[in-house]
C-alpha cells in the first residue's frame, strides 16, 4: 500500500510540473501565434479582394450551420464599399479555415485557404498552389467570377479535387456559409 501511494504522488507531482510547464509555454506562444494569425488573414484580405484600400470590420452572426464566422470584413476603396469578405472555419475531410471574397452582386471576387488539416495528397491539393485543374487554374483560383448567389457546388460551379470528394464539397459549403455572412453585412 505504501509502495502505491508513493508512485500515485511521485505521479501527481510530474502532472503538476508539467501542467505548470505548458501553461508557462502557452504564455509565451499564445500571443506570437495570435500576431501570426491576424498577419495571414490581413495578407489574405488583399489577396481575394486587390482593389480595396481598406477592410472594415463589421458584426456578424458567430455560426452558420456547422461553420464557424471568424470574422466579416466590407472592402472599401475610399468611402465605397465594394464587397465583403468572411473568414470561416468549419468541417471539410477534416477542418480548414477560408477567406472568401465577394463583390456587391455575390461573385466571388477570390479564395485564400488560411489552413487545411485535410488529408496530405488529396485534401491539401485544395491548398496547393501547384495544383491545377483541367482549366489550368488552381483549385481556389477556379472560383474566382463564380455567381455565388444561388451557391456553389462540385462539378456545377466548380471542378472538385480529383480524390477528395469530401473536401471539395466542405470549401463549397463553407463558402456558401461565407456568402451568406457577407450578404447580412450588406
Do not use: R
Not at 505521479?11 to 509565451?28: D, E, I, K, T, Y
Not at 477556379?142 to 448567389?149: I, L, S, T, Y
Amino acid at each position: 500500500m505504501k509502495q502505491i501511494l508513493k508512485l500515485g504522488l511521485t505521479l501527481a507531482a510530474f502532472a503538476v510540473v508539467s501542467c505548470l510547464a505548458l501553461a508557462v509555454v502557452n504564455n509565451f506562444t499564445a500571443p506570437v501565434i495570435e500576431k501570426n494569425n491576424a498577419a495571414k488573414t490581413s495578407a489574405g484580405l488583399t489577396v481575394v479582394f486587390p482593389e480595396a484600400d481598406s477592410f472594415e470590420s463589421v458584426n456578424a452572426e458567430k455560426s452558420i450551420n456547422k461553420t464557424t464566422i471568424e470574422g466579416v470584413w466590407l472592402a472599401k476603396k475610399g468611402d465605397t464599399v465594394l464587397g465583403g469578405v468572411a473568414k470561416v472555419t468549419g468541417p471539410t475531410y477534416d477542418k480548414s479555415t477560408i477567406l472568401t471574397g465577394f463583390d456587391k452582386n455575390m461573385k466571388i471576387s477570390g479564395v485564400v485557404i488560411l489552413e487545411t488539416s485535410d488529408s496530405p495528397g488529396f485534401g491539401q491539393n485544395a491548398k496547393d498552389p501547384s495544383y491545377k485543374t483541367s482549366t489550368g487554374k488552381t483549385f481556389y483560383g477556379q472560383f474566382e467570377g463564380v455567381d455565388a448567389k444561388n451557391g456553389v457546388e462540385a462539378g456545377k460551379n466548380f471542378e472538385a479535387l480529383s480524390g477528395a470528394t469530401i473536401t471539395s464539397n466542405g470549401i463549397a459549403a463553407l463558402i456558401n456559409d461565407a456568402a451568406a455572412a457577407v450578404k447580412g453585412a450588406f
